[in-house]
């Protein structure tokens, strides 16, 4: 069965660290893998999207890889900051333009 | 939020009872969404739709229905709700092409089955 599965349910670091977050998955041939961050009580908010045939994506302090020989994705904050602190999401394109969502994983900046 | 409204905001119901929760957008986009997230599960794609009457089923669609006689409106139905259909349900919008694919969501609706 396809699963995506996105690394520990909570990340914790000190301001100014990198955070690097995993997306793995299984059974999934995706064109595109997309990164969102959602804050409590909020809906998820796009972040980045990088293609299959990209090895990485760069927004401000944030890097994306993809690598389809391992089936995984690490998304990178560099330079955290508290106000970075939520869950991140990361969503697989199934097909048709539909979103296979990971569980997310949380990181609390601390100052 | 993109202009997208969701509707209720919170509902508490009984089981057995039907319930209709409505997204609104103005952004006059084709694909419209509806997702469930629950702890330990993340966001699952419940039904969507590509145009006004054309909707096909997600990975939890049973229990569950859906309508689009408008562009900007798509409803989820609940026939009968049952306490497993206690959930957050976030509407999600996009009008993709081929190089940008990225999704719209509303603020959600709290729905508590009792």
């Known amino acids: 069965s396809q699963k995506i599965e996105q690394n520990s349910e909570a990340l914790n670091i000190q301001e100014g660290k990198t955070a690097t977050l995993t997306c793995n998955y299984t059974?999934?041939?995706?064109?595109?893998l997309q990164w969102y961050r959602q804050d409590p009580g909020r809906g998820p908010v796009f972040l980045l999207l990088i293609r299959e045939n990209e090895k990485e994506k760069r927004k401000e302090r944030l890097k994306v890889t993809f690598d389809t020989t391992l089936k995984q994705s690490l998304f990178h904050i560099t330079a955290s900051q508290p106000a970075d602190s939520a869950t991140y999401l990361c969503a697989l394109d199934i097909n048709d333009y539909k979103l296979s969502f990971g569980a997310g994983t949380t990181v609390t900046v601390r100052a | 939020d993109a202009g997208i409204t969701q509707s209720p905001r919170h509902k508490v119901t009984e089981t057995g009872t039907p319930v209709t929760l409505r997204c609104h957008q103005t952004e006059n986009h084709r694909y419209m969404y509806w997702y469930r997230q629950d702890p330990g599960h993340g966001l699952r794609l419940i039904h969507y739709?590509?145009?006004?009457?054309?909707?096909d089923k997600g990975e939890v669609s049973d229990g569950y229905s859906v309508s689009r006689s408008k562009t900007e409106d798509f409803l989820l139905t609940l026939e009968s709700a049952t306490s497993s259909q206690t959930s957050v349900y976030f509407c999600a919008i996009s009008e993709p092409t081929d190089t940008n694919e990225k999704l719209f969501f509303g603020s959600g609706t709290q729905l508590s089955v009792l």
């Open positions: 059974n999934y041939s995706p064109a595109y």
């Open positions: 739709s590509y145009g006004v009457k054309d909707t």
